[in-house]
């Protein structure tokens, strides 16, 4: 299975891209639009079977689109204008994935917690609770367990809830709301095969609005 790596800069002037960036509907619209660049007919969940994982990167010339997915993304589907984009392959970077290297790391995630019936009855909590500060950073560290690494440095940094209303199975409007931090840092890796697993399929909720890709490359020295 090979896994692509895409990187999306938008025009500042494209309408199109504008709309996938802002506004009360960006989360949604911008997943409908990632996921035009992959084949119809797809079945129930085209967003897992081709891996599809996104989020938006803030640098100095303006925001950028980074798209990963197991499925080479046809980006002649994107509309005139919408700006300029270049897919390749991460296969070699996976490959190299050894015990005991030091990498670096970057995850928007969406850290919950999800308390039992009881504690929600007691205290009067949702299902799903978000979390922040300290509580989110432990958060990632049992993610990080998970996904094969040791943490070695970490810093997180809250950002604006991925939101949206979109059309459930049933025909009623579902409003998306998922609480995302940023986690940055280096680790370890202790296990290479738990590390790609969690590249391939992403951490945590709302994969499909923007959660959940971890990005990886090697530490300043790392031999």
């Known amino acids: 299975m090979s896994v692509w790596l895409t990187r999306i800069v938008p025009h500042?002037?494209?309408?199109?891209?504008?709309?996938d960036l802002g506004g009360a509907q960006a989360a949604v619209g911008l997943h409908r639009r990632l996921m035009s660049l992959y084949p119809d007919?797809?079945?129930?969940?085209?967003r897992a079977r081709f891996g599809i994982l996104f989020r938006i990167e803030d640098t100095p010339t303006g925001p950028h689109i980074l798209l990963q997915s197991t499925h080479e993304p046809d980006l002649t589907r994107l509309p005139d204008g919408y700006g300029t984009s270049l897919t390749r392959p991460l296969d070699p970077l996976l490959e190299a994935l050894r015990p005991g290297l030091t990498i670096r790391y970057r995850c928007v995630?969406?850290?919950?917690?999800?308390?039992?019936?009881t504690t929600r009855q007691l205290y009067n909590l949702p299902a799903v609770v978000p979390l922040s500060g300290p509580h989110a950073e432990e958060w990632w560290i049992r993610q990080a367990d998970t996904a094969g690494l040791k943490p070695l440095t970490l810093h997180s940094q809250p950002l604006d809830a991925a939101r949206g209303t979109r059309e459930g199975r049933t025909g009623k409007q579902q409003h998306i709301r998922h609480a995302r931090t940023r986690f940055d840092g280096?680790?370890?890796?202790?296990?290479?095969?738990?590390l790609r697993t969690k590249i391939i399929e992403g951490i945590g909720r709302g994969k499909a609005y923007g959660c959940g890709l971890l990005s990886i490359a090697p530490a300043r020295g790392a031999a």
Do not use: N
């Open 41 to 46: 007919q797809a079945g129930p969940d085209p």
């Open 12 to 19: 500042p002037t494209s309408r199109d891209a504008l709309r």
């Open 186 to 194: 280096s680790a370890a890796i202790l296990d290479p095969d738990l």
């Open 109 to 117: 995630a969406s850290a919950v917690r999800k308390p039992g019936a």
